[in-house]
């Protein structure tokens, strides 16, 4: 019997789910899975690495490979031979909640513009699989929540650069934030930001919806004195719910 292929999480359905070539159409349609889509907007579009597209859809890199050549070899075929092309089905899961599998087509969430709105405020958080990651300077994926009057409006999972704690700075700053809630960060860390004009809660662990929602509502549990670096640490400190290590940044 052969083993159940497990539900790949998907941000968010297509908002646009056939497309057909101009004049006749030659042959059947060609099926692109929920799941191939996923893969083909994280790397192609987003210009994610296969490993942090893989992260965010809860799968092997090898995995989420096989799907990427799948997922492209069918995209030619119908730019290459005027076949129709119908994204549907598959084996996956919304990470807002949904059902594996049976999730409803729905209106998608725009995805966040770059520029924000007046009277709204950018929140980031270090991000690792619904958690705060507990080292800024080796955060792979950042989430960003736009809110307004107290209220979350928009939210969007970003990867981070992989150039350094003044790089992320100056990504968080032309990305619009905010505000920066974290585990453990260094000293160097801290000054880029403020330099960046972004304020830090640092020393935060545990869910980020929950700790944006805390801090929204003022009372996100956070350490104003967090210092994370490879030199020392103030006594009794540890970055985030991660005891600090001799190479922690």
């Known amino acids: 019997m052969p083993r159940p292929q497990r539900c790949r999480k998907?941000?968010?359905?297509?908002?646009?789910?056939?497309?057909?070539?101009?004049?006749?159409?030659?042959?059947?349609a060609v099926v692109l899975t929920v799941d191939e889509y996923e893969v083909?907007?994280?790397?192609?579009?987003?210009?994610?690495t296969h490993s942090q597209a893989a992260k965010l859809m809860e799968i092997s890199r090898t995995t989420a490979t096989e799907i990427y050549n799948c997922a492209r070899e069918k995209i030619a075929r119908c730019i290459v031979n005027g076949r129709p092309l119908v994204v549907s089905g598959g084996s996956y899961a919304l990470c807002g909640g949904g059902k594996c599998c049976g999730c409803r087509r729905g209106a998608m969430e725009s995805r966040m513009?770059?520029?924000?709105?007046n009277g709204i405020m950018r929140i980031a958080v270090t991000y690792d699989n619904g958690e705060i990651f507990?080292?800024?300077?080796?955060?792979?994926?950042?989430?960003?929540?736009?809110?307004?009057e107290g209220r979350i409006t928009g939210e969007e999972v970003i990867a981070a650069p992989e150039n350094g704690h003044g790089a992320l700075a100056g990504f968080l700053k032309e990305n619009g934030a905010d505000v920066l809630i974290c585990g453990g960060i260094g000293g160097g860390a801290q000054n880029a930001l403020a330099q960046a004009g972004i304020r830090l809660y640092g020393g935060a662990s545990g869910n980020a919806d929950a700790a944006v929602k805390a801090f929204l509502e003022g009372g996100l549990s956070f350490d104003?004195?967090?210092m994370c670096s490879h030199h020392s640490h103030s006594e009794g400190h540890s970055c985030g719910s991660h005891s600090c290590g001799g190479s922690c940044h």
């Open 224 to 226: 104003p004195n967090v």
């Open 134 to 148: 507990q080292h800024f300077g080796h955060t792979s994926f950042f989430k960003l929540y736009d809110t307004e």
């Open 40 to 48: 083909i907007r994280l790397v192609d579009l987003e210009r994610l």
């Open 113 to 117: 513009a770059k520029k924000k709105g």
């Open 10 to 28: 998907v941000c968010r359905e297509p908002e646009y789910c056939s497309f057909s070539p101009a004049g006749v159409a030659s042959g059947d």
